[in-house]
């Protein structure tokens, strides 16, 4: 046995790559991050919370992101959607006599599970695209794009059908009914066909980047419409709706402000054969209250 924390002399031994702290790692963190789902499941059975924070204001979430371990998040993301501060807080209003009822406490709840998803969702996919999940730790592409596709599904952001699948895939019978009934509650759901293209759905403004050298905003959103106006990389965009061209690919509704005055049109996100044009921003999490 090593002496990892001493009383009085603090930390002795931290993990590969953690900051220095000087009060002691907090369990439910330490597990989330090597992707130990049974202890994340101790840990949480026995009342840790799962909005703790690492030194580096990291929670469990976020840690289990890019652990790229699906099996911690969904645990995590369970125990979110249960145990908000909000909620708690809510409830001690209602106790004290406050007007707060049970159905916003839960609203209240889950905007703060969503939250926490979003920031996990947003850690992810800053994974993804450096390449760096975790200081001495090697993370496959294929766990951070299922942890990835489960984080977006379970925010109500576009996702990836087939991560997604792969990542309920290697979660046991219980905890995957679990994630979907999250699944089914989130107000993104399926779009259905609609002329060709399938209907647009409800999306809070996200923030964008293009990545690409220049992408076209036009009319409508198809490669055949008419352009109105370009954006070079690097820009900055707020996307208001998303659709799915079964041709062309991932769209996006913009609003941009032009020499000539407003213009609003549609800009192709991500391509089948070209990729990614434009991507949401690492900080996507902070555009929604």
């Known amino acids: 046995w090593v002496l990892l924390h001493h009383p009085d002399w603090g930390p002795l031994l931290k993990p590969l790559g953690a900051k220095l702290c000087k009060t002691p790692l907090p ?23 799962p909005q703790t924070l690492d030194p580096e204001g990291r929670t469990p979430l976020v840690l289990a992101a890019l652990a790229g371990d699906v099996l911690c998040i969904a645990l995590l993301a369970c125990a979110q959607s249960g145990s908000s501060t909000v909620g708690s807080q809510a409830q ?32 992810v996919h800053r994974a993804r695209r450096e390449g760096a999940p975790l ?43 679990q994630i979907q009934s999250m699944l089914e509650a989130q107000p993104l759901q399926e779009p259905q066909p609609q002329q060709g293209l399938e209907a647009p759905f409800a999306q809070e403004p996200i923030k964008y980047e293009v990545a690409y050298p220049s992408v076209w905003i036009r009319r409508s959103p198809s490669t055949q419409s008419e352009s109105l106006t370009k954006r070079l990389k690097g820009d900055h965009l707020a996307v208001l709706e998303l659709t799915r061209s079964e041709d062309d690919g991932l769209w996006g509704r ?29 900080d996507f999490e902070t555009t929604v209250g």
């Open 27 to 49: 369990p439910l963190c330490l597990a989330a991050a090597e992707g130990d789902a049974a202890e994340v499941s101790r840990f949480l059975e026995s009342g840790m919370d």
């Open 92 to 123: 001690q209003s209602s106790h004290n006599g406050g007007s707060t009822t049970s159905q916003e406490r839960s609203q209240a709840a889950g905007k703060v599970a969503r939250k926490h998803l979003r920031s996990a969702a947003a850690a």
């Open 135 to 177: 200081p001495g730790r090697t993370v496959s592409a294929e766990n951070l794009a299922a942890a990835e596709a489960m984080l977006f599904a379970l925010s109500g952001m576009i996702f990836d059908e087939a991560n997604l699948q792969a990542a309920l895939a290697r979660l046991p019978a219980d905890l995957q009914e």
């Open 254 to 282: 913009v609003q941009v402000v032009t020499q000539e005055g407003k213009c609003e049109g549609w800009m192709l996100l991500r391509h089948p054969q070209l990729g990614e044009l434009l991507h949401p921003l690492c």
